[in-house]
């Protein structure tokens, strides 16, 4: 049943911010009657872990948000994928230490 397949969600420690983006992403799949079956539902989740992994939880949501809003069949990885590049290749970095003050400035 629906019920089971979606349950495998239980069995992932995701952030509730993230629980949530998936929960809309599985409604707005099941709308387009394009929902999962348990293998293939049970293989998203692991692909969400790893990608909230690489990318971070916000970059997740934020695909997730827009393959909905672009009324994507799939999940849309390459914002996702531009903002790890231009974040690791930027010269400032939110963890670098700074001068006080700055942190109010930036």
């Given amino acids: 049943t629906k019920k089971d397949t979606y349950s495998e969600l239980d069995n992932f420690s995701f952030s509730p911010a993230l629980t949530e983006a998936i929960n809309e992403w599985i409604v707005y799949k099941e709308e387009r009657k394009d929902g999962y ?3 293939g539902f049970k293989t998203l989740l692991k692909g969400l872990k790893e990608k909230a992994e690489l990318y971070g939880d916000k970059a997740v949501i934020d695909s997730i948000k827009a393959s909905i809003e ?3 069949k ?3 990885w390459t914002n ?3 903002a790890k590049t231009s974040k690791t290749n930027s ?3 939110e963890d670098d230490e700074l001068p006080n003050g700055w942190n109010d400035v930036l």
Wanted: glycine residues 6%.
């Fill in 37 to 39: 079956k348990p293998t």
């Fill in 70 to 72: 672009s009324n994507y």
């Fill in 74 to 76: 799939g999940l849309f």
């Fill in 80 to 82: 996702a994928e531009k």
């Fill in 91 to 93: 010269h400032y970095r």
